[in-house]
């Protein structure tokens, strides 16, 4: 934008009311400003009511930038009493919440929200602790499958690549074992995740990992930047996974590929007791969606993908079963899914007792079929991964 800004730049959305300020914001002295508070004042000029300054994405800003870009908020809400600006902060960018709240207690019609301190339905149940053991047995039983799968998707060693909502970094060590990337980076909201996955990587002694904290639908990351993206089970918990897709994309290099797994729980299965397994699994679905997830998106990867704008897609989809190696570690998976679905999530939707009763028994009855001599325990997996375009 200005010669002495460095890499900044300004949009102003009428239709949001919101000026969304991008990048960083290093001017030398006030008149380097001069062009970009004349926008701000434009912007809030032509809004009404509340108008939402969005910095979500400033990297940086001065002092000088600061005190100037605050001169104008407070003096367009004290000329204007019926007007009020709300300054939407990330907690990505640690510092912008207490700096903007400066501003707030010296200017009343000014207020911070900090968007994704509850930005999706899901987040308090996917972002707590009690998740952990779930992602463990769950990468452990799906990376037999992955492992052989990943070449055919595209991920070769040497690779720039990025695992995007990588929650405890499992598949993040494994790939980096296995596939030696030139570049790493594992990117997750959840910081109780993160901070478990940094513990495991130091005490394996495993360097290279940037494991960095971040919102997938609103990244810092530049474009263009990976031959190989994955984003694992995750799209079908967030609420907005065409945003997600969108960011994959960008962050993905022309020619390079997206690879993405969601499941379909309705069809979970085993034997003995199908109908009490397959009765509790069809409700697993009906729950999630409640708190807007849609944990039966496997097979809509395909067009996910494609309407994302990627080519070349590819889709296969894999049974991981209590024969693919210890059936126990198929029984523990299942008995983590019961302990959050049942004892969290049913529990948080207002379920009754007699409900919960029989949802439980669903779970108990595929940890049986699963550790049964004669029994087999199934969870679908839908693996999806589409090209960049050139
Ligand atoms: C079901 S877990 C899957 C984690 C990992 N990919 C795996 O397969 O084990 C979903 C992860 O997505 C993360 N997540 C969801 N929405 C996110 C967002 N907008 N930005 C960053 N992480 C997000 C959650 O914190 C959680 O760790």
């Not at 010669?3 to 919101?18: H, I, R, S």
């Not at 290093?26 to 062009?35: A, C, F, K, T, V």
């Not at 590819?314 to 693919?324: K, P, R």
């Not at 940890?367 to 049964?372: G, Q, V």
Request: glycine share 6%; aromatic share 10%; charged share 25%.
């Amino acid at each position: 934008m200005n010669a002495n800004l460095g890499k900044f730049t300004l949009q102003f959305d009428p239709t949001n009311q919101e000026i969304a300020l991008v990048g960083k914001l290093r001017p030398r002295s006030p008149i380097d400003m001069r062009e970009i508070l004349g926008q701000v004042r434009h912007g809030l000029d032509a809004c009404k009511g509340v108008a939402y300054l969005n910095v979500k994405r400033l990297t940086n800003i001065n002092q000088t930038a600061f005190h100037a870009l605050g001169e104008v908020l407070s003096s367009v809400c004290s000329h204007r009493a019926d007007f009020s600006v709300v300054v939407v902060t990330s907690s990505v960018i640690s510092w912008s919440a207490t700096l903007f709240r400066e501003l707030a207690e010296r200017e009343p019609n000014i207020t911070v929200q900090v968007y994704d301190s509850a930005f999706y339905p899901g987040q308090t149940f996917v972002e707590d602790e009690s998740f952990i053991p779930i992602l463990r047995t769950q990468t452990k039983m799906t990376w037999r499958h992955e492992r052989q799968m990943l070449p055919r998707h595209g991920l070769r060693s040497g690779a720039f690549v990025a695992d995007i909502c990588c929650g405890i970094g499992d598949f993040a060590t494994l790939i980096h074992k296995e596939f030696s990337p030139a570049r790493l980076v594992a990117l997750d909201h959840s910081k109780r995740s993160l901070e478990y996955a940094r513990r495991v990587a130091a005490e394996f002694g495993l360097s290279g990992i940037e494991y960095t904290y971040g919102d997938a639908s609103q990244m810092l990351l530049g474009d263009n930047l990976f031959d190989f993206v994955t984003c694992r089970h995750s799209l079908q918990i967030f609420d907005r996974p065409d945003l997600l897709l969108r960011e994959l994309h960008r962050i993905c290099k022309p020619g390079g590929r997206v690879y993405i797994t969601n499941e379909k729980n309705s069809h979970c299965l085993g034997e003995p007791h199908s109908q009490s397994i397959q009765w509790t699994y069809n409700e697993v679905a009906r729950l999630f969606s409640h708190f807007d997830m849609d944990v039966e998106m496997g097979p809509k990867s395909r067009r996910f993908l494609t309407d994302a704008g990627f080519e070349q897609i590819q889709v296969e989809s894999f049974m991981v079963t209590n024969l693919d190696g210890d059936p126990q570690d198929f029984a523990d998976m299942i008995e983590a899914w019961e302990n959050v679905y049942a004892g969290e999530m049913a529990v948080r939707r207002g379920d009754t007792p007699e409900f919960i009763r029989k949802f439980r028994q669903g779970f108990r009855d595929h940890i049986a079929a699963a550790l049964h001599p004669k029994g087999y325990a199934g969870w679908p997996i839908w693996a999806a991964s589409g090209r960049k375009p050139f």
